[in-house]
């Protein structure tokens, strides 16, 4: 089948994609259409990096992304990992305890990554640097914005002087926070899953010379719930629930601050003291649990935490909305490029809306564990925890390091499609690497042996438009059997059909049907779904 799409935007525009917000997400957007040659205008009232942390951690799934752009290593290098993941009373008897170091590692790097977010963000634009199609606009704010059947016109207002100025842009990606002007200009309401509450976030720094344990815990304490985070270097993030009789502003104070640590210290060394290092931060923030009844509005997109935003309690407010940013790039690229239909887009509101709603659910209920303020209810919880420690089938509800399914979209009706595949190493003569650094960057087929290939290549050829590599385990790299068993599971899979962004698009299955009738099947609704 040919390929009949043309170029979606017929005026003249002064760019292909406008990004609003310079954080994680909005960088990540702008390396990940930097790479595609999209022509791209950055703007951000800030002009520089904001020097606090704020997020820290991320997953395997999300450090997956940042190899896909080439710096992983950079920042695992200045990333660490954490020990364990406990639940304590207000007794300090153990709820509950997860050992982070044996969570699955599907995606070829740690379930559980702690960072210092300025550094992150300094690594993903220093890596633009390598990119000539990306302007800037840092100190500025879009202040207006109308949209048209074949382009957005956009007011810029500088932060300082109030001057302002315009431009026109086929799309726009609001990555601007929580407080998004973008969202607001696109009328898109928020959904509230009725988690608003008051925490005190502290960010502590300790001396250089000062060792610690690396062990996270939430405190459980119905007369305040709180959390201890060790994160990269000497930073360690606490968190502090706020009671409706609180001073908000005497508990901000340092003194209060350390007054507060110093019950909970003994979990870090028995020598440290609440006197040592020095607070970075010391603020109320409310946590909210909401998302954008639509990720997507004529030609505006909204990504990060102007999409959604989620209590910190799983740790995946930046995974999610680097996840946005990788699902929408390869498409958006795609149609500016003149490969896929318009209407691909529509994929972006519906894959990644309901795997964001899943990981919102999923961090209200963990939050509802360790938020209870009942003493009744935290007798009760605190008895269904530890009994789950004899049973462990009572906790089967409650997971740490799993993954989520995207919802429906360009996705065949596989049960594993929607998920990253696996990622495990595999060689090339003497080369030893993670599984991605030998697949091409668009769609392709990984056979897992290399009879398959002289049919699937029959197939592929007959759909030129797709431009579908054939990759075979045993010809293309090798693989032990361990790797192949990570890749296959415990079903009968003898390939994948993935999309650019390493989601499963489908399966090949051993059985009956030949592959090569599989892959003709799935290549005929793919082509419809990408040209359509």
């Not at 309690?313 to 996840?323: K, P, V």
């Not at 887009?345 to 939050?367: C, F, N, T």
């Not at 065949?412 to 003497?430: E, L, N």
Request: charged residues 20%; aromatic residues 8%.
């Amino acid at each position: 089948m040919e390929n009949n799409c043309q170029r979606s935007v017929s005026v003249k525009v002064d760019y292909d994609v406008v990004i609003v917000g310079f954080g994680p997400t909005g960088a990540m957007a702008s390396n990940l259409l930097g790479r595609e040659d999209i022509k791209i205008l950055v703007v951000d009232p800030q002009s520089e990096i904001y020097d606090i942390p704020r997020g820290v951690h991320f997953d395997g799934e999300t450090m997956r992304i940042f190899q896909s752009i080439g710096i992983a290593d950079t920042v695992m290098a200045q990333s660490t990992g954490n020990q364990s993941l406990n639940f304590i009373n207000g007794r300090g008897a153990s709820l509950m305890q997860v050992d982070l170091s044996a969570l699955p590692q599907t995606a070829g790097w740690p379930a559980d990554i702690f960072f210092r977010q300025p550094l992150v963000e300094k690594h993903l634009r220093d890596n633009l640097e390598k990119f000539d199609t990306l302007s800037y606009e840092l100190g500025w704010a879009v202040s207006e914005m109308t949209q048209h059947d074949t382009h957005i016109e956009v007011t810029l207002q500088n932060s300082a002087t109030g001057e302002s100025k315009s431009c026109a842009t086929a799309y726009l990606i609001g990555a601007d926070g929580a407080d998004s002007m973008v969202r607001r200009l696109a009328d898109i309401e928020l959904i509230d899953f009725q988690c608003d509450e008051p925490w005190l976030v502290v960010d502590w720094e300790l001396n250089a010379d000062i060792e610690f344990s690396r062990n996270v815990y939430q405190f459980c304490d119905p007369k305040r719930p709180g959390t201890l985070v060790p994160c990269a270097g000497q930073h360690i993030r606490w968190e502090f629930m706020i009671g409706p009789d609180d001073d908000v502003a005497a508990m901000e104070a340092p003194d209060a601050v350390r007054k507060m640590m110093q019950p909970y210290l003994h979990h870090l060394g028995a020598d440290i003291s609440p006197n040592q290092g020095r607070i970075l931060r010391s603020k109320v923030y409310h946590f909210h649990a909401l998302l954008a009844a639509q990720m997507r509005r004529g030609r505006v997109f909204l990504a990060g935490d102007a999409a959604h935003q989620m209590p910190p309690f799983l740790g995946q407010g930046m995974c999610a909305g680097l996840r946005d940013a990788e699902n929408l790039a390869w498409k958006l690229a795609g149609v500016l490029h003149g490969r896929y239909s318009p209407s691909l887009l529509d994929s972006y509101h519906s894959e990644r809306y309901p795997h964001v709603r899943g990981v919102i659910k999923q961090a209200v209920q963990i939050g509802e564990i360790i938020q209870t303020r009942n003493p009744l209810k935290a007798f009760a919880r605190d008895t269904y925890l530890r009994a789950g420690k004899l049973m462990p089938k009572l906790l089967s509800g409650i997971e740490f390091g799993q993954t989520w399914q995207l919802g429906d979209g360009l996705l065949a009706d596989d049960q594993a499609a929607g998920r990253q595949i696996p990622q495990p190493r595999v060689r090339q003569g003497a080369r030893h690497d993670r599984l991605d650094a030998f697949l091409p960057s668009g769609f392709c087929v990984l056979a897992l042996h290399e009879q398959a290939r002289a049919d699937l290549q029959r197939v592929s050829d007959a759909y030129p438009a797709l431009a579908c590599q054939i990759i075979c385990a045993g010809d293309d790299f090798a693989a032990d059997e361990a790797s192949l068993t990570a890749l296959r599971g415990t079903s009968d899979i003898a390939g994948f059909i993935l999309r650019p962004d390493r989601q499963i698009y489908a399966t090949l299955n051993n059985g009956a049907t030949p592959l090569a009738a599989q892959l003709d099947a799935h290549m005929t609704k793919l082509t419809a779904g990408l040209f359509a």
